[in-house]
């Protein structure tokens, strides 16, 4: 199964059934073939397509086309800090609580996709639009 595959099945499962793309190892075959419109075949009459799942994997030979997953949509937080509070202070919150987060105004904030922080920056008010704000990056993590 080539690289694009995998990640096609991996999204599909993913939105369809909630299905985490590291959960990959624990994904039912009974999900696995009708999200990719295969239909049961009967394991006796097709012995080397059974007996082809345990052969090793070999990488396809062509690079392919990595402009496939530019337009991929991934979900993107800012974190501007955090807290800890007892299910009972929660459920006391109401309208005009105010909760306290563990960052003071001017530190970074952390930008994190799929559950990984990939860099961190600046809260700005934009120039073209002093209603709204963004973050300008100061830190790229990992590179």
Known sequence: M???????????LTRKYGISMTDESKIPQDKINPTLGIEEENASTNKDA?????????????????????????????VLGSTTMSVATLMNLGRGAVITLNKQIGDLV????????????????????TSRFGISLTELIGK
């Open 2 to 12: 080539s690289r694009e595959l995998s990640l096609k099945i991996a999204l599909i």
């Open 50 to 78: 059974t007996d082809s799942h345990f052969r090793p994997h070999t990488a396809p030979q062509s690079q392919g086309n990595p402009e496939l997953i530019m337009n991929i949509p991934v979900e993107v937080q800012v």
């Open 110 to 129: 952390e930008i994190v996709v799929n559950g990984r922080v990939v860099a961190r920056g600046e809260v700005i008010v934009l120039d073209d639009d």
